[in-house]
């Protein structure tokens, strides 16, 4: 892509982006909800991509400025400036070009949202649940680094601890598009507390992360939902167990259940589980894309096949592997303590490099 087809991009995006900015003051929009939160996520998506075209364009000009001054200034010390100023921004402008060149390209729709995560234990009985619990720990301790929101909605303890099923919804600025990439099976060779011999067994559990539908993704009909109060059962105290606030929610069409436990609020579980209730809806549809999706990014990873085995956690040598970059650390506790964003970034590297070669 050529300089001047980047500032033309930009410009045309400008006067967009000025368009939305006077549809967003208009009484009209805010009257339709649904058009003004679609507005709302156009400009969030444009602003970045104009801010960068601005410092570009205004680089441009330093740098012409820059050899101007080179031509025509007498004084060696300034030209000398200049020259400096040149030698950086030759470093500084292709950089900038890639940056609005991956902004340029489309991202995922659904990377701004909220997340529901499920981790299950797999194969490797009651270790498997164990592990389980470890993930749910990690991403606990990640999540809250990150500032975001964890709520518990569901959950099955496993016989000798961790769990069999935990599910949780996660809030907070750009969830999915981080949490995407733990979609998959991880696999944890260690061994067990339950192994009296010392052997490392292998063991796996599943993570599935999907992106939350908001309120005007999904239309449901109230007719098309049977609903189910009953007591609940396991963690919370006296009043979870005697009190009828758990819910389970059934789409008569589809099949599809679910169910929110994890409040004493009878209301508050209803909430939960019809936001639950409709992320599946919406994803039978968002499936579809993501299946065409991995069928054009090998590398990728957040999508397609959520039964992939995607990482290891091999516990004697120290050593996570994730598969599918090829990448690996030898500090086991640290990143079982939530320090994961490093194999995430490169993820995103990973990513971001097939979209750019998509584009071209």
């Known amino acids: 892509m ?31 909800m649904k058009r003004y939160v679609q507005l709302n996520k156009d400009y969030k998506e444009l602003e970045p991509i104009v801010k960068a075209g601005d410092e570009y364009e205004k680089m441009l000009q330093n740098y012409d400025s820059a050899k101007d001054l080179i031509v025509n200034e007498k004084d060696e010390e300034l030209k000398e400036m200049a020259r400096a100023e040149i030698a950086a921004l030759e470093e500084e402008l292709p950089k900038k070009e890639e940056e609005i060149k991956l902004l340029l390209i489309p991202s995922d729709p659904e990377d701004g949202k909220n997340a529901i995560m499920e981790i ?22 990640f999540i809250e680094k990150r500032g975001w929101k964890m709520e518990v909605t569901s959950q099955a303890a496993g016989t000798a601890g961790g769990y069999k099923e935990i599910i949780c919804t996660v809030s907070g600025d750009g969830v999915y598009g981080v949490l995407k990439y733990e979609s998959g099976v991880h696999r944890v060779q260690r061994v067990p507390q339950t192994e009296t011999q010392g052997r490392v ?20 009909n109230e007719k098309d939902i049977r609903k189910d109060i009953f007591c609940a059962s396991g963690p919370g105290g006296q009043g979870v167990n005697t009190t009828y606030s758990a819910i389970r929610l ?75 970059i090829n990448w690996s650390t030898h500090n086991l506790p640290v990143f079982m303590d939530g320090d994961i964003q490093e194999v995430i970034d490169q993820l995103q590297i990973a990513e971001n490099a097939e979209r750019l070669k998509e584009a071209q």
Not at 201 to 220: K, N
Not at 316 to 324: A, C, G, I, K, L
């Open 201 to 220: 067994h292998t063991s796996a559990a599943s993570v599935v992360v999907l992106p939350e539908a908001g309120e005007f993704d999904v239309e449901l």
């Open 120 to 141: 299950r234990g797999g194969t490797g009985g009651d270790e498997a649940a164990i592990f389980a619990g470890d993930l749910f720990r990690m991403y606990s301790k």
């Open 250 to 324: 059934t789409h008569i069409p589809t099949g599809i259940v679910v169910q929110c436990q994890d409040e004493r609020n009878q209301l508050k579980n209803y909430e939960k589980a019809l936001t639950e209730l409709r992320t599946r809806l919406y994803n039978m549809e968002y499936q579809k894309y993501l299946d065409n999706l991995s069928s054009k990014r090998k590398t990728m990873v957040s999508t397609g096949d959520r039964s992939a085995k995607i990482r290891t956690y091999n516990y004697p040598q120290s050593r996570v592997t994730d598969h599918r």
């Open 2 to 32: 050529s300089e001047n087809s980047l500032i033309e991009k930009i410009a045309g995006l400008k006067v967009k982006l000025e368009q939305i900015q006077q549809q967003l003051s208009d009484p009209e929009s805010m009257s339709d």
